[in-house]
């Protein structure tokens, strides 16, 4: 076995450094796939907003939607810098938590659709001017785009 084998062994273990360096790339992608959405989902919210404007729409449902787009972009954009920053190559302990706090996250991301969802049905009944309605939309989409990237990561990951 060469020393710089993806199957050398760790030194003074019988361990073999098999799955560190793949679950790190995993992680890698997840993290990109995250700013990719993150970054179409601004593009998308400012692109909508200067339609508008260009325009000269007054359009309540479009702009609470494009403003919910593009302001969760940026939340997300935040997170996932400050995520990937340093991420290190896993030990079976910490693989483990990363995994258990993505399942937890994508629950997340299941309740994120249920509460855009429901202020959508909610602005729908409710609110005369429709904007509960393009933001809960916008609320909705980026729950599932979520759940979708993070499933994708699960897979990756997951035993």
């Known amino acids: 076995m060469a020393a710089g084998s993806r199957w050398s062994r760790v030194p003074h273990t019988g361990v073999r450094r098999v799955w560190a360096d793949s679950f790190l790339r995993a ?3 997840h993290a990109l796939l995250l700013l990719v959405w993150s970054a179409l989902s601004v593009l998308a919210g400012t692109a909508i907003a200067l339609l508008l404007v260009a325009q000269h729409r007054a359009s309540i449902l479009l702009a609470n939607f ?7 972009g940026l939340v997300i954009a935040v997170v996932v810098a400050l995520e990937r ?5 896993r030990d079976v302990a910490s693989a483990t938590r990363v995994e258990r706090l993505l ?3 994508i629950g997340f991301d299941v309740g994120i659709v249920g509460m855009g969802t429901i202020l ?3 602005g729908r009944r409710l609110a005369p001017g429709r904007g509960a309605v393009g933001a809960g939309i916008a609320i909705a989409v ?3 785009a979520l759940f ?3 499933a994708h990561f699960a897979s990756m990951v997951s035993r």
């Open 120 to 122: 959508t049905v909610a």
């Open 148 to 150: 979708i990237v993070d």
């Open 103 to 105: 399942w937890m996250r």
């Open 85 to 89: 920053h340093g991420l290190p190559l």
């Open 142 to 144: 980026h729950g599932m």
């Open 27 to 29: 992680e890698q992608q």
């Open 66 to 72: 494009a403003k919910q787009l593009a302001l969760w």
